[in-house]
């Protein structure tokens, strides 16, 4: 656990600007406090969506005190989304093993999104359903043992683009609606929208940042205002 701990929030701190705080938490570990309301999200639920509730509740919480500011509950939405305390945006992710959280309240930030992939390669036959064509040209230009993992990746970019655009057009998007043009060597990428969303203009792009660790994949995405 104290290498999980020091390895993300570590070794990520270059993925986000200095205006957001990111937390961990430990899905595996003993069940956290929850704050107020938080607790009816977890009365119907098994006892590893429950934990990882209170692991990703407990990163934000960390996220929040980092900010400088006094921890508040963070509920579920009827979509299951967080929702953020007033004044407050952010985005958790979780695996089996690992939970991160990422909060500002800087005013010019409108969202933000995170994911958290295992470091595996994606079945070939999901390339298709996660990749548009253009990444698959470009999947098909990588070495023969590169192509499932930059594929995983492409899907944890793309995981954290829906989590932050979700939060402005609360629409529900599949993978094609999005485009991603992949920079290896800065370890940054770019998102285009294919559809219209409310709440973004038409030829939106977002910039992201991502990061290839030993066990795992970890994207993120801010929206500015």
Not at 67 to 78: D, N, W
Not at 82 to 91: D, I, N, Q, Y
Request: hydrophobic share 50%.
């Amino acid at each position: 656990m104290i290498q999980q701990k020091f390895a993300f929030p570590e070794f990520l701190r270059h993925l986000l600007p200095e205006t957001v705080a990111m937390g961990s938490g430990d899905p595996r570990a003993p069940m956290p406090r929850l704050m107020g309301d938080e607790v009816l999200a977890i009365e119907q639920v098994s006892t590893a969506r429950a934990r990882a509730f209170g692991a990703g509740r407990q990163a934000a919480r960390e996220a929040m005190a980092q900010l400088g500011l006094i921890p508040r509950p963070v509920l579920q939405g009827i979509d299951l989304a967080p929702v953020w305390p007033a004044g407050l945006t952010g985005s958790i992710t979780h695996t089996d093993t690992a939970c991160l959280a990422v909060v500002t309240d800087a005013p010019e930030i409108a969202a933000l999104g995170i994911d958290l992939e295992p470091a595996t390669a994606l079945e070939p036959s999901l390339w298709p359903v996660v990749c548009t064509m253009p990444e698959m040209n470009w999947l098909a230009r990588l070495g023969p043992t590169q192509r499932g993992n930059f594929a995983q990746l492409i899907l944890c970019a793309k995981h954290a683009v829906y989590k932050a655009q979700f939060q402005i057009s609360r629409t529900e998007l599949d993978f094609q609606a999005v485009g991603l043009d992949i920079d290896l060597q800065a370890s940054r990428f770019t998102a285009r929208f294919n559809c219209a969303l409310p709440g973004f203009a038409p030829e939106t792009e977002l910039p992201g940042r991502f990061a290839i660790l030993s066990s795992a994949f970890v994207a993120t995405v801010e929206v500015a205002r």
